[in-house]
């Protein structure tokens, strides 16, 4: 009788032992996350916008979660070269993509893209946005919005404006303007933003929808006239130039966007643990500051939230290209 009560004991034992180890080991592999260095693959070159976030990024999660997260930047193909780095990468966390606008925008605009935005990857942080700003040379005839229709109405074609490239959202900003004021303007890409807001202090171009931060010193130094901000909301930084919904433009809102991916199949705990990560340093009083240097806002919001974003960008932008029959082979 000892002997079987000794072989219970044990048995109970046994199987209390497996029940804690089985109720212990999810919670032991979530917390596991990262265990060497991981990388934040960037699309364009080392000082824009793009890669300035990427750093803020990458150094928060590095201090927060005890291991290097190194940024690499993949410049090429308008970010296409990166997006399609992190597309085919391991779904283990460890290759991340900061993403910006552009991604949604090249599904449509190119005709042999290899990754599909809404499918290969994993969102997981709507890091930042940043507002257009539609600015013109200080020496154009006109000096608001209205005055600008009724001069390209008047005289067609007679309006030049500049972009960072075709396909940017600078470029397509211009395009979503023509359409719904109803008016033609010519476009001329340049390659970058600084070379496009060169020409337009020069006068070879007389207008652009450019970002915030590079506009910025222009515009308070006079040397361009700010006309209407390109958000849903007006910029605290010149809190007297009004939005374009304001001016009779109700379905205009273009913000240039910034956030992580990850390659689909990343696991859900790997997911949430990188975004809550990224909400807690998104409200620290030193990336704020940061942040309202680069006239970006933040919100907070879940991976689910930034993937049904993604999906609204991708169709919304593509509902542009289409048609404004733009297409880059």
């Given at each position: 009788m000892k002997g079987r009560?000794?072989?219970?004991?044990?048995a109970l034992?046994?199987?209390?032992?497996?029940?804690?180890?089985?109720?212990?080991?999810?919670?032991?592999a979530e917390t596991k996350y990262p265990e060497h260095a991981a990388k934040v693959v960037v699309g364009f070159s080392?000082?824009?916008?793009?890669?300035?976030?990427?750093?803020?990024?990458?150094?928060?999660?590095?201090?927060?979660?005890?291991?290097?997260?190194v940024v690499e930047n993949k410049a090429g193909a308008g970010s296409n070269i990166a997006t399609d780095l992190?597309?085919?990468?391991?779904?283990?966390?460890?290759?991340?993509?900061?993403?910006?606008?552009?991604?949604?925008?090249?599904q449509t605009l190119y005709n042999n893209i290899k990754f599909n935005v809404e499918k290969d990857f994993a969102p997981v942080a709507l890091v930042a946005k940043v507002p257009n700003v539609l600015v013109a040379n200080k020496n154009m005839p006109y000096n608001s919005v209205k005055e600008l229709v009724d001069h390209a109405k008047a005289k067609p074609e007679d309006v030049i404006y500049g972009s960072s490239g075709s396909g940017t959202s600078m470029h397509l900003s211009g395009e979503l303007f023509k359409q719904q004021a109803g008016i033609e303007m010519l476009h001329i890409p340049y390659g970058g933003s600084g070379p496009a807001m060169t020409a337009l202090l020069g006068g070879q171009v007389h207008?652009?929808?450019d970002n915030m931060p590079s506009s910025a010193p222009h515009i308070k130094a006079g040397s361009l006239k700010p006309f209407a901000i390109t958000s849903a909301s007006r910029s605290p930084a010149f809190p007297d130039v009004p939005t374009l919904q304001e001016l009779g433009y109700p379905n205009f809102t273009v913000d240039s966007w910034f956030g992580i991916v990850a390659p689909a199949?990343?696991?859900k705990e790997i997911v949430d643990k990188l975004n809550a990560t990224i909400e807690k340093i998104l409200s620290k009083p030193e990336v704020v500051e940061q942040l309202d240097g680069l006239g970006a806002v933040t919100e907070k919001n879940?991976?689910?939230?930034?993937?049904?974003?993604?999906?609204a960008e991708t169709k919304s932008w593509g509902d542009v290209i289409r048609k404004g029959g733009i297409s880059v082979d």
């Amino acid at each position: 009788m000892k002997g079987r009560s000794l072989f219970r004991v044990a048995a109970l034992a046994m199987s209390l032992g497996f029940g804690f180890m089985a109720m212990t080991s999810p919670a032991k592999a979530e917390t596991k996350y990262p265990e060497h260095a991981a990388k934040v693959v960037v699309g364009f070159s080392p000082g824009g916008t793009t890669d300035v976030l990427a750093r803020i990024v990458a150094k928060g999660l590095s201090d927060e979660l005890g291991e290097s997260f190194v940024v690499e930047n993949k410049a090429g193909a308008g970010s296409n070269i990166a997006t399609d780095l992190v597309a085919r990468a391991k779904p283990d966390g460890y290759t991340l993509l900061m993403m910006a606008i552009t991604t949604t925008i090249n599904q449509t605009l190119y005709n042999n893209i290899k990754f599909n935005v809404e499918k290969d990857f994993a969102p997981v942080a709507l890091v930042a946005k940043v507002p257009n700003v539609l600015v013109a040379n200080k020496n154009m005839p006109y000096n608001s919005v209205k005055e600008l229709v009724d001069h390209a109405k008047a005289k067609p074609e007679d309006v030049i404006y500049g972009s960072s490239g075709s396909g940017t959202s600078m470029h397509l900003s211009g395009e979503l303007f023509k359409q719904q004021a109803g008016i033609e303007m010519l476009h001329i890409p340049y390659g970058g933003s600084g070379p496009a807001m060169t020409a337009l202090l020069g006068g070879q171009v007389h207008v652009m929808f450019d970002n915030m931060p590079s506009s910025a010193p222009h515009i308070k130094a006079g040397s361009l006239k700010p006309f209407a901000i390109t958000s849903a909301s007006r910029s605290p930084a010149f809190p007297d130039v009004p939005t374009l919904q304001e001016l009779g433009y109700p379905n205009f809102t273009v913000d240039s966007w910034f956030g992580i991916v990850a390659p689909a199949g990343t696991p859900k705990e790997i997911v949430d643990k990188l975004n809550a990560t990224i909400e807690k340093i998104l409200s620290k009083p030193e990336v704020v500051e940061q942040l309202d240097g680069l006239g970006a806002v933040t919100e907070k919001n879940t991976p689910e939230q930034f993937g049904a974003f993604i999906s609204a960008e991708t169709k919304s932008w593509g509902d542009v290209i289409r048609k404004g029959g733009i297409s880059v082979d």
